[in-house]
C-alpha cells in the first residue's frame, strides 16, 4: 500500500516515460500484418525462454507437478512451447488493443454456442466461467462479436499500463467491474447481463480453500460459488484457443447443473476439473507462468523454490 501511497499521480511523471516508450512500440507492433504479428511473437516467447529466467523456471515446474506421466523430454517441450504461447498472446494484445482495420471475426470459429444463446434466452445473468490462457486479449475482442458483456478486472499497479489495458479494450467490454466488488458483480447479474470473470490463479489463502488442481492441492478462492448463488447466475464455463494460421475458436460449455452446492471444496473442486478439462485440450496455450501453486496447505514450503539453478 505504502507504495501505491508514493506513486505519482500524473500518468505525464517523468517516472513513466520509459513505460510510455514501450506503450509506443507496443502500438507499433500492433500496426503489423496478423501473420507477422504472430511470427514476431513466437520470436519473442523463444527470446523469453532462453533468457526470462524466472518465467522459464515457472513453467517448467507447473508442468512438471500437473504432467507426471510425461518423460522429462515431453516436459520440457510443454514448457517450452508454453512459453512461446505467452510471446503470441503479447503481440496478439498488441494487434487486438492497437488496430481495429483488422477485422478478426473472419478469423473466428464458435462452438457450443447454443450454450450462450440458451442461457441469454432464459432471461437471467450469466457468469463465465473464464480462464487465464495466452489468448486471453484477443479473446477478449473476438467474443465482442457475439454478444455485449461486462469483465472482472483488477487493476495493474503500473498507472500507464492500467491505461493501456483499459483504453485497449473499452471498445470490447461494455463495463469494468473491480473483483473486488462484490456488489456490483452480484447486480449485474441480477440484471441479466453477461459477465466474464476467470477464478483460476492463486489469490492467496484468504477467502480460499485448497482444491485438487491437475491432482495437486491448489488455493482456490470460493468467491465463484458466492458470486452465482448471490447473482442467480448461470455458469457457463468459456475458452478461448489459438489455431493454425490466425485462426481462432470460442468454445462454450454446457451449463453448470446444482451449481453452487453447500460446500466450498466441492465446487472448488468442481471449477477447477472444468478448467482443468480445457487446459487438457491445449495445453501449452495455458498462462503456465504463472505461479498457481505458490501458497501450500499445511504450511509447506512453495514447489517455485526449489528450482534454482
Known amino acids: 500500500m505504502g507504495k501505491r501511497r508514493n506513486r505519482p499521480q500524473s500518468l505525464h511523471h517523468p517516472r513513466y516515460w520509459l513505460t510510455w516508450m514501450a506503450v509506443a512500440l507496443f502500438w507499433l507492433i ?31 515446474t507447473n508442468i512438471q507437478i500437473c504432467f507426471p506421466e510425461l518423460s522429462a523430454e515431453q516436459q520440457e517441450d510443454l514448457a ?32 457450443g454456442h447454443e450454450h450462450l444463446v440458451a442461457a441469454q434466452q432464459s432471461g437471467r445473468g450469466i457468469l463465465l466461467l473464464g480462464m487465464h490462457f495466452s489468448t486471453l486479449e484477443v479473446a477478449i475482442r473476438l467474443f465482442a462479436h457475439l454478444t455485449s458483456y461486462s469483465a472482472v478486472y483488477r487493476p495493474n499497479d503500473n498507472p500507464v499500463l492500467d491505461w493501456l489495458i483499459s483504453n485497449g479494450r473499452k471498445h470490447y467490454v461494455k463495463n469494468y467491474i473491480n473483483r473486488k466488488d462484490l456488489r456490483g458483480l452480484t447486480r449485474a447479474l441480477r440484471k441479466g447481463e453477461t459477465v466474464w470473470y476467470a477464478p483460476d490463479q492463486d489469490y492467496g489463502r484468504k477467502h480460499a480453500v485448497f482444491a485438487p488442481f491437475f491432482g495437486h492441492p491448489a488455493a482456490t478462492i470460493t468467491a465463484t460459488s458466492r458470486i452465482a448463488k448471490l447473482g442467480n447466475a448461470i455458469v457457463l464455463p468459456i475458452a478461448y484457443y489459438r489455431r ?29 476439473s472444468i478448467v482443468e478439462h480445457y487446459v487438457r485440450k491445449e ?14 496447505a499445511d504450511g509447506l514450503p512453495s514447489p517455485y523454490q526449489r528450482r534454482k539453478r
Open 30 to 60: 500492433g500496426q503489423l500484418p496478423w501473420p507477422a504479428l504472430l511470427f514476431l511473437g513466437r520470436m519473442v516467447g523463444l527470446a523469453s525462454w532462453h533468457f526470462a529466467r524466472s518465467r522459464r523456471e515457472t513453467a517448467r
Open 80 to 111: 517450452r512451447r508454453s512459453v512461446i504461447s505467452v510471446g503470441e498472446g503479447l503481440t496478439e494484445m498488441a494487434g487486438s488493443y492497437c488496430n481495429r482495420r483488422i477485422d478478426l471475426s473472419k478469423r473466428l470459429t464458435v462452438s
Open 244 to 272: 493454425a494460421h490466425g485462426h481462432y475458436e470460442i468454445e462454450f460449455g454446457a451449463p453448470l447443473e446444482d451449481f453452487p452446492s453447500n460446500d466450498d471444496i466441492e465446487d472448488a473442486t468442481r471449477t477447477n
Open 283 to 296: 495445453p501449452e496455450q495455458y498462462l503456465w507462468v504463472h505461479r498457481r501453486f505458490k501458497h501450500q
